[in-house]
Nanobody
Framework: QVQLVASGGGLVQAGGSLRLSCAAS????????MGWFRQAPGKEREFVAG????????DYADSVKGRFTISRDKAENTVYLQMNSLKPEDTAVYYC??????????????????WGQGTQVTVSS
């Protein structure tokens, strides 16, 4: 089992920044992918960013490219999502997720095996 604990959400004005963290613990596989997803009220959960744990290859949703950066700290088993130039449309609950035994980022939430509890991000206009 893998446990994921997300933190760092909050209320910020448009144009501001936040950094989300996701600490992983438990059984850590030799290869896996960490991803961030978000879900706004009345909408489906959508992919935001992902990173391969071993090589650090990243992928982003078009809506956040150039504004968000995903990174990982292997020593701390933590993945981060730095969010800059936030917009009101970024408001959502953000979830971190892990896809094990793979080295390929996927945008499909159904392919992820473990999920954190979610952290609220609210961007005011």
């Amino acid at each position: 089992q893998v446990q994921l604990v997300a933190s760092g959400g909050g209320l910020v004005q448009a144009g501001g920044s936040l950094r989300l963290s996701c600490a992983a613990s438990g059984r850590m596989f030799s290869s896996y992918v960490m991803g961030w997803f978000r879900q706004a009220p009345g909408k489906e959960r959508e992919f935001v960013a992902g990173v391969t744990w071993s090589g650090g290859t990243t992928d982003y949703a078009d809506s956040v490219k150039g504004r968000f950066t995903i990174s990982r700290d292997k020593a701390e088993n933590t993945v981060y999502l730095q969010m800059n130039s936030l917009k009101p449309e970024d408001t959502a609950v953000y979830y971190c997720a892990a896809k094990v035994a793979t080295s390929r980022v996927s945008m499909d939430p159904e392919l992820y095996d473990y999920w954190g509890q979610g952290t609220q991000v609210t961007v005011s206009s």
